[in-house]
């Protein structure tokens, strides 16, 4: 409850609303329910340096969480941390600790595409459960965020197209793949409907892009 209400009491709800709620869940029909509990799974590879938890979900009986660490990924499911061994599996990345913050990435089917202002694209992909690989997307030639000092910050995907956005050099830039083919950033010659789209948001303003997200079948840009 807002504390504009909370002297209200000509309304009715105040003498049914919360002030504060700790350690429940309000539900979207009314009421509340008792927050699920935790347990302990694992001690993260380094407790001194921040961590990132980013959930995967390939089905609704596949899913993960991944441990974003400096410069590694850790990989828990079903409740368990995933190992090699006796020691968790882990991947190795190149992000540091305070990079791992300001990732953007965004999940189709087994691949996560990881994007970072000062990280090539990547694509973080699914073999097995202890089996992942991590790799720079490798574009068409021609393909304009594609060099050092160049990347994209923000990465979706849209209508069949994987979407990037915000380069040091444009930041109020948005490049669209060709349909259904995530790679490829190139225009044909005649041009044709499934080539890649590329705009600059006009305004009186500075509008970096921050994020893109897909919502409801809209495609949707938020600016700072």
């Given amino acids: 409850m807002a504390p504009a209400l909370w002297q209200r009491i000509d309304v009715s709800r105040v003498n049914i609303g919360l002030k504060t709620c700790r350690n429940f869940i309000i539900k979207k029909e009314g009421g509340i329910k008792y927050r699920h509990g935790s347990r302990y799974v694992a001690t993260l590879k380094d407790a001194s340096r921040k961590v990132r938890l980013i959930p995967f979900v390939f089905s609704n009986s596949i899913t993960f969480i991944l441990e974003f660490g400096h410069n590694y990924i850790r990989f828990y499911t079903n409740g368990q941390q995933v ?44 073999v097995a459960d202890d ?19 160049n990347y994209p910050s923000t990465v979706t995907y ?63 840009v938020l600016t700072e």
């Fill in 131 to 149: 089996n992942w690989t991590l790799s720079n997307i490798v574009f068409n030639p021609g393909t304009m965020f594609a060099s050092a000092g």
């Fill in 83 to 126: 190992m090699s061994g006796l020691s968790p599996y882990e991947v190795a990345t190149t992000y540091t600790e305070d990079e791992i913050q300001e990732l953007d990435y965004e999940q189709s089917l087994d691949t996560v595409t990881i994007v970072h202002k000062n990280h090539a694209p990547a694509n973080l992909v699914r």
């Fill in 158 to 220: 849209f209508q069949q197209r994987r979407v990037f956005a915000s380069t040091s050099d444009k930041p109020e830039t948005v490049w669209m793949s060709n349909t259904g083919v995530y790679t490829d950033f190139t225009v044909s010659s005649p041009v044709v409907d499934s080539d890649t789209i590329e705009f600059t948001i006009a305004g009186r303003k500075f509008n970096k892009v921050n994020k893109l997200i897909e919502v409801g079948g809209k495609f949707v």
